[in-house]
């Protein structure tokens, strides 16, 4: 049993339940990780306290985070750095459903109609109309 699988266990037995979840695994597993690479020790009931913090995310959004603040971070992480990467990445997910592709032949057409060109026309006379901001030439 390797030490992140006993770190798991050790939380599960805990709780009572016996079996690690995969998330309590992807939580000893990165904990230990980080601890080796900042030569820190990671106790069960760390292990415990993350699990209770993070006992809503799923294990693979977890990995990300951690993997994701072992390459950018300075220090062991904490439950807050794990919880702003969480975040970031949820924002970042819900900006790019929103996205929405343009439809290049539709502009094309609309930009082609005689009341655009009268439209742009009349901008770009404004536009030369206007003064330059540093200069006050026009």
Do not use: C
């Not at 995310?57 to 220090?75: D, I, M, Q, V, Y």
């Not at 970042?92 to 655009?116: C, G, I, M």
Request: proline letters at 6%; glycine letters at 4%; hydrophobic letters at 35%.
């Amino acid at each position: 049993m390797t030490k992140h699988q006993e770190l798991a266990k050790r939380r599960s037995e805990y709780l009572g339940t016996g079996q690690p979840s995969s998330r309590d695994l992807v939580i000893a597993q990165m904990l230990d990780l980080a601890g080796q690479i900042h030569r820190q020790e990671v106790l069960p009931s760390e292990v415990k306290f993350w699990s209770e913090a993070f006992k809503n995310e799923k294990p693979e959004s977890l990995a990300w985070a951690f993997r994701e603040h072992l390459r950018t971070g300075k220090f062991f992480p904490k439950p807050a750095d794990i919880t702003e990467l969480l975040e970031r990445r949820r924002l970042a997910l819900r900006s790019a459903s929103t996205f929405v592709p343009v439809d290049r032949k539709r502009t094309e057409e609309e930009q082609s109609t005689p009341e655009f060109k009268e439209l742009q026309a009349k901008m770009d006379a404004l536009l030369k109309g206007m003064t330059t901001p540093n200069t006050g030439k026009k």
